[in-house]
C-alpha cells in the first residue's frame, strides 16, 4: 500500500510539472521579456552564441561574462521540424551582443529547462520595449 501511494505521488509529481512547462511554453510570445542566466555548463548549450573566431571577425568583443542577466525580447518565434520553439532575441536595452550581433537564437524549452533563459519577476515585467 506504501508504495502504491509512493508511485501514485511521483506520477502526480510529473504530471505538475509537464503542466507548468506547457504553461510557460504557450505565455512566451513576441515581445516577452526574458533574462539570459546562468550557462548550464562552461559555456551556453542552448542559447547560439556566436563562435569567438567570428565575434573577432565582425569586429566583436568576445567577452563571455557580459552575457550574464542581460534582459532581452522575443522579436520571432519559429516552430522547427522536430517541434522544438526557437525564438529570436534581441537586447531589451537595444545594444548588439559582443558589439556586433543584434539578434541571437536560442532553444525555447531547452534553454528554460536548463535556466540559461529565466522569465524575469513580476515586478521586472514592467519593463517596456522601445523599437520592437
Given at each position: 500500500?506504501?508504495?502504491?501511494?509512493?508511485?501514485?505521488?511521483?506520477?502526480?509529481?510529473?504530471?505538475?510539472?509537464?503542466?507548468?512547462?506547457?504553461?510557460?511554453?504557450?505565455?512566451?510570445?513576441?515581445?516577452?521579456?526574458l533574462v539570459i542566466g546562468h550557462p548550464s555548463a562552461n559555456?551556453?548549450?542552448?542559447?547560439?552564441f556566436p563562435k569567438k573566431n567570428i565575434i573577432i571577425k565582425?569586429?566583436?568583443l568576445p567577452n563571455w561574462d557580459s552575457g550574464d542577466q542581460?534582459?532581452?525580447?522575443?522579436?520571432?518565434?519559429?516552430?522547427?521540424?522536430?517541434?522544438?520553439?526557437?525564438?529570436?532575441?534581441?537586447?531589451?536595452?537595444?545594444?548588439?551582443?559582443?558589439?556586433?550581433?543584434?539578434?541571437?537564437?536560442?532553444?525555447?524549452?531547452?534553454?528554460?529547462?536548463?535556466?540559461?533563459?529565466?522569465?524575469?519577476?513580476?515586478?521586472?515585467?514592467?519593463?517596456?520595449?522601445?523599437?520592437?
Amino acid at each position: 500500500m506504501n508504495s502504491l501511494s509512493i508511485i501514485i505521488s511521483f506520477f502526480a509529481f510529473l504530471m505538475g510539472v509537464e503542466h507548468q512547462n506547457e504553461t510557460q511554453k504557450q505565455e512566451i510570445k513576441e515581445g516577452t521579456i526574458l533574462v539570459i542566466g546562468h550557462p548550464s555548463a562552461n559555456d551556453y548549450k542552448h542559447i547560439q552564441f556566436p563562435k569567438k573566431n567570428i565575434i573577432i571577425k565582425r569586429g566583436g568583443l568576445p567577452n563571455w561574462d557580459s552575457g550574464d542577466q542581460i534582459k532581452v525580447i522575443v522579436t520571432n518565434i519559429r516552430i522547427r521540424s522536430n517541434s522544438s520553439t526557437e525564438v529570436f532575441l534581441k537586447r531589451a536595452d537595444s545594444r548588439k551582443f559582443f558589439n556586433s550581433f543584434p539578434v541571437i537564437k536560442a532553444n525555447l524549452e531547452s534553454a528554460i529547462a536548463s535556466k540559461e533563459l529565466i522569465r524575469p519577476s513580476h515586478n521586472d515585467r514592467k519593463v517596456t520595449a522601445v523599437g520592437l
